[in-house]
Protein backbone atom coordinates (compact mmCIF):
# COMPACT_ATOMS: atom_id res chain seq x y z
CA UNK A 1 0.00 0.00 0.00
CA UNK A 2 1.29 3.36 -0.63
CA UNK A 3 1.90 5.93 1.46
CA UNK A 4 -1.10 7.90 0.32
CA UNK A 5 -3.61 4.90 1.55
CA UNK A 6 -2.41 4.35 4.65
CA UNK A 7 -4.06 4.47 7.93
CA UNK A 8 -8.15 3.65 8.05
CA UNK A 9 -9.38 0.03 9.01
CA UNK A 10 -7.49 -2.38 6.89
CA UNK A 11 -8.06 -6.41 6.84
CA UNK A 12 -5.09 -8.58 5.31
CA UNK A 13 -5.57 -11.74 4.40
CA UNK A 14 -2.39 -13.42 3.38
CA UNK A 15 1.59 -13.43 3.13
CA UNK A 16 3.76 -10.29 2.06
CA UNK A 17 3.73 -11.21 -1.75
CA UNK A 18 0.13 -13.32 -1.67
CA UNK A 19 -2.70 -11.43 -0.24
CA UNK A 20 -6.06 -9.87 -0.56
CA UNK A 21 -7.29 -6.79 1.85
CA UNK A 22 -10.21 -4.55 2.34
CA UNK A 23 -9.30 -1.49 3.19
CA UNK A 24 -10.69 2.24 3.61
CA UNK A 25 -7.96 4.36 2.96
CA UNK A 26 -7.38 8.13 5.22
CA UNK A 27 -5.28 10.44 3.40
CA UNK A 28 -3.74 12.46 5.53
CA UNK A 29 -3.45 15.76 4.12
CA UNK A 30 -0.52 17.00 5.53
CA UNK A 31 1.47 13.94 3.90
CA UNK A 32 3.74 15.68 1.35
CA UNK A 33 2.09 13.31 -1.70
CA UNK A 34 -1.22 14.45 -0.63
CA UNK A 35 -0.34 18.00 -1.02
CA UNK A 36 2.02 17.59 -4.23
CA UNK A 37 -1.74 15.74 -6.02
CA UNK A 38 -3.64 18.70 -4.39
CA UNK A 39 -1.48 21.45 -5.72
CA UNK A 40 -1.17 19.15 -9.61
CA UNK A 41 -5.33 19.19 -9.04
CA UNK A 42 -5.85 23.03 -8.03
CA UNK A 43 -7.28 22.08 -4.62
CA UNK A 44 -6.45 22.25 -1.23
CA UNK A 45 -4.84 19.32 0.22
CA UNK A 46 -8.28 18.85 2.82
CA UNK A 47 -10.71 18.44 0.10
CA UNK A 48 -8.85 16.45 -1.84
CA UNK A 49 -8.46 13.67 1.32
CA UNK A 50 -11.96 13.93 1.40
CA UNK A 51 -13.67 11.94 4.15
CA UNK A 52 -11.72 8.52 3.32
CA UNK A 53 -14.95 6.77 3.38
CA UNK A 54 -14.36 4.54 0.09
CA UNK A 55 -13.91 1.07 0.53
CA UNK A 56 -11.48 -1.28 -1.67
CA UNK A 57 -10.20 -4.36 -2.37
CA UNK A 58 -6.17 -5.17 -2.72
CA UNK A 59 -4.48 -8.03 -4.24
CA UNK A 60 -1.21 -9.31 -5.18
CA UNK A 61 -0.42 -12.57 -6.13
CA UNK A 62 3.25 -13.64 -7.03
CA UNK A 63 4.80 -10.28 -6.78
CA UNK A 64 1.81 -8.81 -9.28
CA UNK A 65 -0.91 -6.74 -7.79
CA UNK A 66 -3.84 -4.57 -8.35
CA UNK A 67 -7.02 -3.23 -6.47
CA UNK A 68 -10.26 -2.07 -7.27
CA UNK A 69 -12.85 0.60 -4.80
CA UNK A 70 -16.10 -0.32 -3.94
CA UNK A 71 -17.98 2.83 -4.16
CA UNK A 72 -21.45 3.25 -1.99
CA UNK A 73 -19.69 0.26 0.29
CA UNK A 74 -20.69 1.12 3.82
CA UNK A 75 -18.43 0.02 6.77
CA UNK A 76 -21.73 -2.50 7.73
CA UNK A 77 -20.93 -4.87 4.76
CA UNK A 78 -17.21 -5.16 5.24
CA UNK A 79 -17.78 -5.63 8.97
CA UNK A 80 -20.54 -8.43 8.13
CA UNK A 81 -17.96 -10.60 5.81
CA UNK A 82 -15.63 -10.35 8.88
CA UNK A 83 -17.83 -11.51 11.30
CA UNK A 84 -18.95 -14.21 9.06
CA UNK A 85 -15.37 -15.08 8.58
CA UNK A 86 -14.41 -15.34 12.04
CA UNK A 87 -17.88 -17.29 12.81
CA UNK A 88 -16.10 -19.72 9.86
CA UNK A 89 -13.03 -19.70 11.32
CA UNK A 90 -14.10 -20.40 14.78
CA UNK A 91 -16.42 -23.35 14.18
CA UNK A 92 -14.94 -24.46 11.14
CA UNK A 93 -12.57 -27.37 12.81
CA UNK A 94 -9.85 -27.99 10.59
CA UNK A 95 -13.06 -28.35 7.26
CA UNK A 96 -12.93 -26.57 4.40
CA UNK A 97 -15.25 -23.52 3.92
CA UNK A 98 -16.74 -20.31 1.82
CA UNK A 99 -17.20 -16.84 2.72
CA UNK A 100 -19.21 -15.39 0.38
CA UNK A 101 -18.29 -11.29 0.60
CA UNK A 102 -21.41 -10.06 -1.86
CA UNK A 103 -20.74 -9.76 -5.90
CA UNK A 104 -17.24 -8.60 -5.30
CA UNK A 105 -15.38 -10.99 -3.07
CA UNK A 106 -15.83 -15.00 -2.05
CA UNK A 107 -12.94 -16.97 0.38
CA UNK A 108 -12.53 -20.21 0.57
CA UNK A 109 -10.96 -21.51 2.93
CA UNK A 110 -9.17 -24.67 3.72
CA UNK A 111 -6.99 -26.22 6.50
CA UNK A 112 -3.04 -26.37 5.50
CA UNK A 113 -1.83 -28.30 8.89
CA UNK A 114 -1.88 -27.61 12.24
CA UNK A 115 -4.04 -25.06 13.19
CA UNK A 116 -3.91 -22.75 9.57
CA UNK A 117 -5.89 -22.30 6.76
CA UNK A 118 -4.83 -21.23 2.98
CA UNK A 119 -7.60 -18.88 1.34
CA UNK A 120 -8.49 -18.35 -2.29
CA UNK A 121 -10.08 -15.17 -2.81
CA UNK A 122 -12.23 -14.88 -5.91
CA UNK A 123 -12.03 -10.99 -7.12
CA UNK A 124 -14.76 -9.29 -9.38
CA UNK A 125 -14.56 -5.94 -9.72
CA UNK A 126 -17.45 -3.78 -9.86
CA UNK A 127 -16.68 -2.39 -13.71
CA UNK A 128 -17.13 -5.80 -15.15
CA UNK A 129 -14.33 -6.08 -17.24
CA UNK A 130 -14.12 -9.59 -17.64
CA UNK A 131 -11.15 -9.95 -15.13
CA UNK A 132 -12.00 -12.60 -12.16
CA UNK A 133 -8.70 -13.02 -10.65
CA UNK A 134 -8.27 -15.62 -8.25
CA UNK A 135 -5.92 -14.92 -5.36
CA UNK A 136 -4.31 -17.75 -3.26
CA UNK A 137 -2.76 -16.66 0.10
CA UNK A 138 0.17 -19.10 2.09
CA UNK A 139 -1.16 -20.70 5.07
CA UNK A 140 -2.58 -18.20 8.21
CA UNK A 141 -2.16 -19.62 11.70
CA UNK A 142 -5.94 -19.62 12.65
CA UNK A 143 -5.10 -17.36 16.21
CA UNK A 144 -3.35 -14.64 14.13
CA UNK A 145 -6.16 -14.06 11.67
CA UNK A 146 -8.52 -14.23 14.53
CA UNK A 147 -6.83 -11.70 16.50
CA UNK A 148 -6.77 -9.59 12.94
CA UNK A 149 -10.50 -9.86 12.52
CA UNK A 150 -11.23 -8.87 16.03
CA UNK A 151 -8.92 -5.86 15.07
CA UNK A 152 -10.26 -4.80 12.18
CA UNK A 153 -13.82 -5.26 13.25
CA UNK A 154 -13.18 -3.08 16.88
CA UNK A 155 -11.47 -0.49 14.40
CA UNK A 156 -15.07 -0.28 12.51
CA UNK A 157 -16.99 0.04 15.67
Known sequence: MSSLAEGGPALFIGTDT????????ELDPADEGVRRAAAEAG???EELAGSGDTWAVLFEQGGEGDGFE?????DAEPAEFARRLRDELAAAAGEPFT?????VLRL?????????YVFTAHLTPPDDTGTTPAVRTGPQPVDALLADLDA??????
Do not use: E, K
Not at 152 to 157: C, D, E, K, M, R
Open 18 to 25: DYVALVRP
Open 43 to 45: VAP
Open 70 to 74: LPGVR
Open 99 to 103: VDGGA
Open 108 to 116: DGHPSGGDA
Open 152 to 157: FLGSLA
